[in-house]
Every structure is written in structure tokens, then in C-alpha cells.
């Protein structure tokens, strides 16, 4: 069993997308043993995109991450970091498979609905930044 961590971003909690979301994670056999609705300061949001800093589109995407709450979550699962990527679809939703939550619901490369970790070593980092253990239900 794994954890991986992800993020349903400010584009989605807008449109009022948590719900429709959650349930393509629920059906793809994921748990969700950890959520929280939260607003990212600006600091927090270089923090957790640190790795893209030298991108030209940090600048951007660091406004699109704090302009409007977010959704953290924790989802546990078979392969979850895995399962989740596949679940999100390709990072431009223009690219992403039919059924996906990109293909579905994400705007732009930019305003892509949600994130999801790529590595256990980058779930594990990701989850300890939001949350504590005793935060994590399995
Ligand atoms: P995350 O799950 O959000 O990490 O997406 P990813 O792993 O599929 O993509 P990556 O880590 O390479 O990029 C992180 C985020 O930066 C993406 O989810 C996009 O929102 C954003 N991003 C990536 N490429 C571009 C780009 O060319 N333009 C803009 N505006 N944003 C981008
Ligand atoms: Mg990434």
C-alpha cells in the first residue's frame, strides 16, 4: 500500500469541482485518508514548486496556485502514485487521455485542476508539508 499527495487547485475549487473530482479518485480505488481546504501564501506555493524555479512560467504558476483556495489530500492506495498520474491525465489537457480529470475539467497547461506527486521521495516531502500524522486516517 501507498500514499501519494495531491492538490485540487484553485481552478477547480472555483468551479466547484472538489466533489467531481473526488469521485474519479474514489473510482479509480484510491482512499482519501487526509483533506484539507486551505489558501497557499505565496511563500508556500515557491516552497512547494521550488524544483520549477528556474522555469519560465514559475512566475505564473505560483499566482495561479494562490488565487483561490486549494484542496489538499492525502490518498492512499495499490500503486498510488502511479494509479493518481493516470488519473490526472497528461499535465497539458490538451494531450490527456478521455476520462481523465485533466481531459476533463483542466483549462490550460497552467490552470490544470490538480496536482498529484511523482516519487515517493516527493510524496513523502509533499505530505509532511501539509500535513501531521495524526492528521492521515488509513
Ligand atoms: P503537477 O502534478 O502539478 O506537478 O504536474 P506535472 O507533474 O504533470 O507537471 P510538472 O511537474 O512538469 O509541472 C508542474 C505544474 O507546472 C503543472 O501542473 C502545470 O500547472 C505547470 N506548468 C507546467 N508546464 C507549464 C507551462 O508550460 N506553462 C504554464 N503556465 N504552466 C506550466
Ligand atoms: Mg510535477
Not at 483549462?107 to 511523482?118: K, P, T
Not at 521521495?121 to 501539509?130: C, G, P, S
Request: net charge neutral; aromatic share 6%.
Amino acid at each position: 500500500i501507498e500514499r501519494t499527495f495531491s492538490i485540487l487547485k484553485p481552478d477547480a475549487t472555483r468551479r466547484n469541482l472538489t466533489g467531481a473530482v473526488n469521485a474519479l479518485i474514489e473510482a479509480a480505488g484510491l482512499r482519501i485518508v487526509a483533506q484539507k481546504r486551505v489558501l497557499l501564501s505565496r511563500a508556500q506555493a515557491e516552497t512547494f514548486y521550488a524544483v520549477h524555479k528556474a522555469r519560465p512560467f514559475f512566475g505564473e504558476l505560483v499566482e495561479s496556485m494562490i488565487a483561490g483556495p486549494i484542496v489538499v489530500q492525502v490518498l492512499e492506495g495499490e500503486d498510488a502514485i502511479k494509479k493518481y498520474r493516470e488519473v490526472l491525465g497528461a499535465t497539458d489537457p490538451s494531450k490527456a487521455a478521455e476520462g481523465t480529470v485533466r481531459k476533463q475539467f483542466a483549462l490550460s497547461v497552467g490552470e490544470n485542476s490538480a496536482h498529484g506527486s511523482d516519487s515517493p521521495e516527493n510524496a513523502a516531502i509533499e505530505i509532511a508539508q501539509f500535513f501531521s500524522g495524526n492528521e492521515i486516517v488509513g
